[in-house]
């Protein structure tokens, strides 16, 4: 697909970048950039990762790179793959992340998700990420938003069986909109049991600078967690809200 017939984003950069951060992008980010396949074939997780790692996190819209760097500690065998639209943000990462041999874990995709996600092939990823998306509040920008049930079948094609996709954010409005594209769709269970289940960040779940001002201002995050069936079970489920 082409991204000139999608919007979800403002400008790409803000404040001009210090020296210190352009010096960053430059030394390290072409080894670290994914670049899309000029025909229109898949992107083998073997190019981006060498070897593959045994596990493969994906974040769309990584912000300040927190969240990524939070996940990459302690985790060796883990791979993350962050797609981020500002450069201000690319940069934040690549200061937090560790130099070799960590950066081999790490791939950056600069643009739209969604041209990445279509490039990829199914069941890649055990966990994905889309945290605090720009909500969009007015009526006609709606079609903006990241979550839309294109895109949600998108995001069940690229889970592995059983993987989970993380969604926040702190807009009431997105919030209803979220759950009636995600609580609907065939291939995905809601992992929830009550409300504390979704009001209250889980301990593997680490807090972003934007969750800390939402919540400085008054506004109260969801946290919302859903597992892909299996694809041996794909069917309709009966219940919504069925545990884990």
């Known amino acids: 697909m082409s991204s000139g017939r999608r919007n979800i984003y403002g400008r790409r950069h803000g404040r001009p970048l210090r020296a210190t951060r352009r010096a960053l992008l430059e030394e390290r980010l072409p080894a670290l950039q994914i670049a899309l396949p000029e025909d229109d074939g898949r992107l083998q997780v073997s190019a981006l990762f060498d070897p593959p790692p045994p596990r493969l996190f994906l974040e769309i819209g ?4 927190e969240h990524l760097a939070w996940h ?3 985790q060796p065998d883990l791979g993350l793959l962050g797609a981020e639209y500002f450069m201000t943000g690319v940069a934040s990462l690549l200061q937090q992340w560790p130099e070799e041999p960590d ?3 790490l791939r950056i995709y600069i643009g739209d998700a969604r041209d990445l996600m279509d490039r990829l092939t199914d069941a890649l990823f055990d966990k994905i990420f889309i945290l605090f998306p720009d909500p969009w509040p007015k009526r006609r920008h709606h079609k903006r938003r990241l979550i839309q049930p294109a895109t949600v079948d998108s995001l069940v094609r690229l ?3 059983r993987g989970e996709l993380r969604f926040a954010t ?3 409005g997105y919030l209803a909109w979220a759950l009636a594209c995600l609580t609907t769709h065939p291939q995905l269970r809601w992992q929830v049991a009550g409300p504390m289940d979704w009001r209250r960040r889980p301990a593997d779940w680490p807090p972003t600078r934007y969750e800390e001002k939402a919540l400085a201002a008054g ?3 969801a946290y919302l967690r859903f597992r892909r069936l299996a694809r041996s079970s794909e ?3 009966t219940d919504p809200a069925e545990g884990r």
């Open 72 to 74: 990459a500690a302690g």
């Open 103 to 105: 950066s081999a874990r």
């Open 159 to 161: 889970l592995k069986d």
């Open 219 to 221: 506004r109260r995050p």
């Open 62 to 65: 990584f912000g300040g790179g």
């Open 170 to 172: 702190d807009d009431p």
């Open 235 to 237: 069917a309709p489920r």
